[in-house]
């Protein structure tokens, strides 16, 4: 491996390393405070971001290595009409490794091709997000122990969902996972994914529309925010915003046992009363989130513990 751009450049191998790692990093930070020391990790992010930046930024000082970077578009020559391709050329000569967000879909591939360094996809348009399914999965092996024999809710924005995508094609690989969309039509699953993972693999799933019917049977639900900043109009979004709040109420005939994750930011599609709730994960997945990105910046730079 020796960029992520994709989930699936991901082997289960390659997954089972890193959170094996990311749980050792947990139980023994001091092992790791120099293994990346005089090495640089550049955030370049043309769009928002509170966890994912900020977590690759600390997951890279506790490994004793710096960061430098820009946190929007404006504050960077892309303002001015540099190409992706020369921002990333140029940023390989200040740093050892860059992670990326992007609006457009493909944009840290294309800077993939153009570098010698490894680029990490932090987030690109509604395709992709896989460092939030490397948190994902460590969260639900940290929740539940397993990776495989469960049922599992994605509820909201499922069409424009990038954390959505990348964690079903993820969890394609692993045994008899039941998958429950929960989503107005509107927004539903992308057909490619349909096709592409689920047809293709042999994988059932159920589309439905009332969290309700279906609270019970779950062991994960995978709650996501309506992103405003997807819709091409304002109505739309504003009509279909409220459309999953889940509360106290809703959680009544629930698992005693469910696991409650949301890649955040949240705006309210869970109510805060929930969060005092011990099924609520969404504040340990944020964690989850920096101790992964620990693993994978080791792994792509080709750094050990062992050598200090
Ligand atoms: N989960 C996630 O990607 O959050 P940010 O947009 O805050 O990085």
Do not use: W
């Amino acid at each position: 491996m020796r960029h992520l751009i994709d989930p699936m450049d991901l082997s289960v191998e390659d997954i089972d390393r890193l959170l094996d790692r990311a749980d050792d990093i947990s139980n023994y930070p001091q092992k790791y405070q120099e293994v990346c020391k005089y090495k640089k990790l550049a955030t370049l992010f043309f769009e928002p971001s509170t966890r994912t930046r900020l977590s690759f930024e600390a997951a890279m000082l506790e490994l004793g290595g710096s960061v430098l970077g820009f946190s929007s578009a404006d504050s960077s020559s892309a303002a001015k009409g540099e190409s992706i391709a020369d921002t990333a050329r140029t940023v390989a000569c200040y740093a050892d490794i860059i992670a990326m967000r992007h609006p457009k879909e493909g944009a840290p591939y294309v800077a993939s091709q153009f570098v010698d360094i490894p680029i990490i996809n932090a987030g690109d348009g509604g395709h992709n997000h896989p460092t939030q399914t490397l948190t994902d999965l460590l969260t639900i092996r940290r929740e539940k122990g397993r990776l495989d024999n469960f049922t599992i809710g994605f509820c909201g924005d499922l069409k424009f969902g990038r954390t959505v995508h990348s964690l079903i094609k993820a969890l394609s690989r692993y045994e008899n996972i039941n998958y429950v969309m929960i989503s107005p039509e509107e927004l539903q699953i992308p057909e490619y994914l349909k096709k592409d993972v689920f047809e293709r693999k042999g994988i059932s799933f159920r589309e439905v529309e009332r969290m309700e019917e279906v609270m019970p049977e779950l062991d994960i639900i995978y709650m996501t925010r309506v992103q405003r900043e997807r819709f091409f109009n304002e109505a739309d979004y504003v009509r279909l915003k409220d459309s999953y709040i889940l509360d106290l109420d809703k959680l009544k005939n629930a698992k005693e046992d469910l696991s409650i994750l949301h890649p955040l930011p949240r705006v309210n599609e869970i109510s805060v009363k929930v969060d005092s709730d011990p099924r609520a994960c969404y504040f340990r997945q944020a964690l989850n989130g920096k101790h992964v990105r620990m693993a994978l910046i080791m792994d792509l730079l080709g750094v050990s513990a062992d050598e200090y």
